[in-house]
């Protein structure tokens, strides 16, 4: 974790300008609250709760300060535009596994942040010992989905129906995962990792 905390905070270059990368220990509920009413509705169907409402934010908070969640927001001007996140599955049959959460408000994206945070997102993984990483998306999410291959993430699974949005529309769910700790051996096996 000493690692993680070594990064932040830290400026990044996006298309329109600078943005600021923070490691959060707690969150604002009335800034986080701000954040996630400009979300759209389809935007959060990944998530398995509804970050608008305000207990699903104090719960997120806690799970940051509890070390279940490792999340970064990104700031422009002081607001938040853009978080990411890696659940940890701690006491349970998968600690060795991450969920990756990329979130980003809709007036900033087209200009590279969502990559930006999608990047942060896998070397907080990395950072944080874990062996595999999974994602979860709609498909009509497609040019996050592009990132995340390009990432050497694989599509796992399809889950047809399985979140519906507030019109009651059905919409499929799209898991990704990437095995990290395969790809380390054969950066070792080659001699790879020495040039990381």
Same mark, same amino acid.
């Given at each position: ?160 129906? @399985? ?7 059905? @919409? ?25």
């Amino acid at each position: 974790m000493s690692e993680v905390k070594e990064r932040y905070p830290r400026t990044v270059d996006c298309a329109d300008g600078y943005v600021e990368l923070e490691l959060l220990r707690e969150l604002d509920i009335t800034e986080t609250k701000t954040f996630s009413d400009q979300l759209s509705v389809n935007d959060l169907l990944f998530l398995s709760r509804d970050i608008r409402a305000p207990k699903v934010i104090e719960a997120w908070s806690r799970s940051i300060a509890a070390g279940e969640i490792v999340s970064v927001a990104a700031r422009r001007n002081g607001e938040i535009v853009g978080t990411t996140a890696v659940v940890l599955e701690k006491n349970t049959w998968s600690e060795h596994v991450g969920e990756l959460r990329i979130l980003v408000r809709p007036d900033s994206r087209d200009i590279g942040l969502g990559r930006v945070l999608i990047q942060e997102s896998f070397l907080l993984g990395l950072d944080l010992g874990l062996e595999k990483l999974i994602v979860r998306m709609t498909l009509d999410q497609a040019a996050a989905i592009k990132v995340f291959e390009e990432m050497g993430f694989k599509t796992e699974a399809l889950l047809r129906d @399985h979140v519906k949005d507030a019109e009651g529309k059905k @919409h499929d769910l799209i898991m990704l995962s990437h095995d990290v700790q395969a790809v380390q051996n054969m950066m070792e096996a080659y001699g790879l990792n020495q040039a990381f």
